[in-house]
Nanobody, 117 residues
Framework: VQLQASGGGLVQPGGSLRLSCAASGPIYRMKLMGWYRQAPGKQREWVATISHNGLANYADAVRGRFTISGEFAEFSVYLQMNSLGPEDTAVYYC????????????WGQGTLVTVSS
């Protein structure tokens, strides 16, 4: 699965951004899509995921500020990020899981979000 993310950029503290990701290629039973992020000098961390039946989960650090949505018929996922702070500065990676008996995890190339005044 190829994942193409977009929507990153520079935003002031308190601002908003919307990330988008589209999956393509041979896809078999897309089950989960979502976002991870990696801040400078830190390990990659989970941000949010949404299942094919609409169940969304969020990391504590973003719950209440970020909203994930998905269009599984179009293999797309979005992340609306509000009330951004400097701690949200990171490269955001799109994630997808498809497969049947054997699940397959795929990652996009990442899009940079910088929160700074």
């Amino acid at each position: 699965v190829q994942l193409q993310a977009s929507g990153g950029g520079l935003v002031q503290p308190g601002g908003s951004l919307r990330l988008s990701c589209a999956a393509s290629g041979p896809i078999y039973r897309m089950k989960l899509m979502g976002w991870y992020r990696q801040a400078p000098g830190k390990q990659r961390e989970w941000v949010a995921t949404i299942s094919h039946n609409g169940l969304a989960n969020y990391a504590d650090a973003v719950r209440g500020r970020f909203t994930i949505s998905g269009e599984f018929a179009e293999f797309s996922v979005y992340l609306q990020m509000n009330s951004l702070g400097p701690e949200d500065t990171a490269v955001y990676y799109c994630y997808a899981q498809d497969g049947g008996l054997e699940l397959r995890d795929s990652w996009g190339q990442g899009t940079l979000v910088t929160v700074s005044s």
